[in-house]
């Protein structure tokens, strides 16, 4: 028998091999797992209420300007009128 | 439903779409890293980390670049090179199967030369292994072997010769083929 039969016989073993029927439900098990744990590392607040980029955004915005005039108040007042309302 | 959409589904949460190319491949994956590792029980631990990694890696498969099973077994090739490395292997069990159309003692010889064959598939150097078990078991075409080893088309070919060679000169009992 040459070597090339040998070889497509071999091949055709290959072909017909039986995997372990538990094999498939084993993979998805951990698939499903493997899921779940990305699922949690990218869990963020702001996915779990439900609001929307934008919102986020100019939430974020506002508040960031809210701090900022706030600030400028503080400053203008102790430069110029002597007094800390914050202290 | 094609691959392309079943790897979209899948990129869009439906996770259990992927079932549907564990079953397509699981035989070609299981059967390679067998091959490759020449370890039946490890076989299947390493087949589910391939599918694991494929999954979890599956926003890196580029479709322009590779066909899906390409991209497979080019994990599957390197999760194997590195179970062979970790030296977890145990024994080889030969994929047995007669032939009914065989007389006994043709069938004997011809099992005897089988085995012979996988066995000295099982001793050949790392590099000559991948390249022919993808070339000669999976019919991958050259180029797509090139790109899982990372190497040229025509080192793959020079492999597989070479592999072949070495194939014929471990065997005792028949010729190689004169290619």
Known sequence: MRQQDLENRLKQQRSTIEVNPAFYESVMQQIRIAAKQAAVRSWRWEDWIGIRPAVQTALWAAAGMAGLIRLVWMIHTILFQGVCYSC | ?179
């Open chain 2, 1 to 179: 439903m094609d691959e392309g959409q079943i790897i979209k589904s899948v990129l869009q949460d439906d996770i259990e779409s992927f079932g549907l190319l564990v079953k397509r491949y699981q035989r070609p994956v299981v059967a390679m890293v067998r091959d490759m590792t020449g370890d039946v029980h490890l076989a299947e631990d390493v087949a589910q980390d391939v599918f694991l990694t494929a999954f979890q890696k599956l926003h890196t498969y580029d479709p322009s670049r590779s066909r899906f099973c390409t991209w497979l077994f080019t994990i599957a090739r390197n999760k194997s090179v590195n179970a062979i490395k970790h030296r977890r292997l145990r024994r080889i069990r030969p994929i047995r199967q007669g032939q009914q159309n065989m007389n006994p003692a043709d069938q004997t010889e011809t099992e005897e030369l089988t085995q012979r064959l996988e066995a000295a598939i099982e001793a050949l150097p790392i590099r000559l292994k991948t390249v022919f078990i993808l070339a000669v078991f999976y019919e991958l075409p050259y180029d797509e072997i090139a790109r899982i080893e990372r190497i040229r088309v025509g080192t793959v070919k020079s492999r597989v010769s070479r592999a072949r060679k070495k194939l014929a000169a471990s065997i005792n009992g028949y010729p190689g083929d004169d290619e």
